[in-house]
């Protein structure tokens, strides 16, 4: 059975930093490219970044996140981590992880973790 456990979501003030965290289990997760998705109150779910299967070293963010958002991942533990500075009001969403793909055609969607920036 896949799974995806989100962590690390909070309440912070504009400028401030999160680390978010998501193990996974039941597939292969080495083998698969992995990304973060978020969905803001009243919007779509969205892609925020992705990193390819070859260890991490491919990684690509979507232009509003990109200089402020780091994503990792350890092939090891099954985990996918999303390091976020400089946060922006407009990041406040809840945050998932999930393999690389369509959202439409995903599925398995764990419970994510809330991001909330705000003064």
């Known amino acids: 059975q896949v799974r995806f456990v989100e962590s690390g979501g909070g309440s912070v003030e504009p400028g401030g930093s999160l680390n978010l965290s998501c193990v996974s289990s039941?597939?292969?997760?080495?083998?698969?490219?992995m990304a973060w998705y978020r969905q803001a109150p009243g919007k779509e779910r969205e892609l925020v970044a992705f990193?390819?299967?070859?260890?991490?070293?491919?990684?690509t963010y979507v232009d509003a996140v990109r200089g402020r958002f780091t994503i990792s991942r350890d092939d090891s533990k099954n985990a996918l981590h999303l390091q976020m500075n400089n946060l922006e009001p407009e990041d406040t969403a809840v945050y998932y992880c999930?393999?690389?793909?369509?959202?439409?055609?995903?599925?398995?969607w764990g419970q994510g973790t809330q991001v909330t920036v705000s003064s």
């Open positions: 999930n393999k690389f793909g369509t959202i439409g055609m995903l599925t398995d």
């Open positions: 039941g597939f292969p997760f080495p083998n698969y490219a």
């Open positions: 990193t390819l299967h070859n260890g991490g070293h491919t990684k």
